[in-house]
Antibody, heavy 120, light 108 residues
């Protein structure tokens, strides 16, 4: 059974660095064709794709946030991480990790999401 | 970056009616990389349609997708109570994904 589960702090202060963890189950990012992305959604607003990490270690980032984001993985723990620097109030959102695979470029499995609030 | 514009913003309908949701792209997108999602309050999005017209596993046949190029449509026939939700379109191109701003289908 494929699952993804996000974890991390619920509250961060402005200017701090956020680190989120996505724990994968039922599949591995070492398998050819697998990709994991981070997507966020501010309260009441639309979805925004942030970053992607592929099975072959290729990384891709949102153009507008590229300078603040780093996506990485720990294959031994089957985890994918997202680091976002210099957090601001506008970064308050639910952060999701989600999977795409092979020739399919739609997100077939999502985590439940984690709400991160940026406040002093 | 390709911008996806969904219309209408809100659709007020009664159960049993048909919902027609539109998604327009700022430039042509590949149908292969076009999808629709449903999101209910407090839940992650769920894929309904991929490749512009293929239903995802377990999605009822009252959901159908059409379109190509810059204009795509999601049709929900015979609305059921569980279909009232927010719907997002999505496209993938040149290593990036973009989403539309969403259409809320609410009970009239």
């Amino acid at each position: 059974q494929v699952t993804l589960r996000e974890s991390g702090p619920a509250l961060v202060k402005p200017t701090q660095t956020l680190t989120l963890t996505c724990t994968l189950s039922g599949f591995s990012l070492t398998t050819s064709g697998m990709r994991v992305s981070w997507i966020r959604q501010p309260p009441g607003k639309a979805l925004e794709w942030l970053a992607r990490l592929d099975w072959d270690d290729d990384e891709f980032y949102s153009i507008s946030l590229k300078t603040r984001l780093t996506i990485s993985k720990d294959t031994s723990r089957n985890q994918v991480f997202l680091t976002m620097t210099n957090m601001d109030h506008v970064d308050t959102a639910t952060y999701y990790c989600a999977r795409t695979r092979g020739y399919q470029y739609y997100f077939d499995y999502w985590g439940q999401g984690i709400l991160v609030t940026v406040s002093s | 970056e390709i911008v996806l514009t969904q219309s209408p913003g809100t659709l007020s309908l009664s159960p049993g009616e048909t919902a027609t949701l539109s998604c327009r792209a700022s430039q042509s997108v590949s149908s292969t990389y076009f999808a629709w999602y449903q999101q209910k309050p407090g839940q992650a999005p769920r894929v309904l349609i991929y490749g512009a017209s293929s239903r995802a596993t377990g999605i009822p046949d009252r959901f159908s997708g059409t379109g190509s190029g810059t204009d795509f449509t999601l049709t929900i026939s015979r609305l059921e109570p569980e279909d009232f939700a927010v719907y997002y379109c999505q496209q993938y191109g040149t290593s990036f994904w973009t989403f539309g701003q969403g259409t809320k289908v609410e009970i009239k």
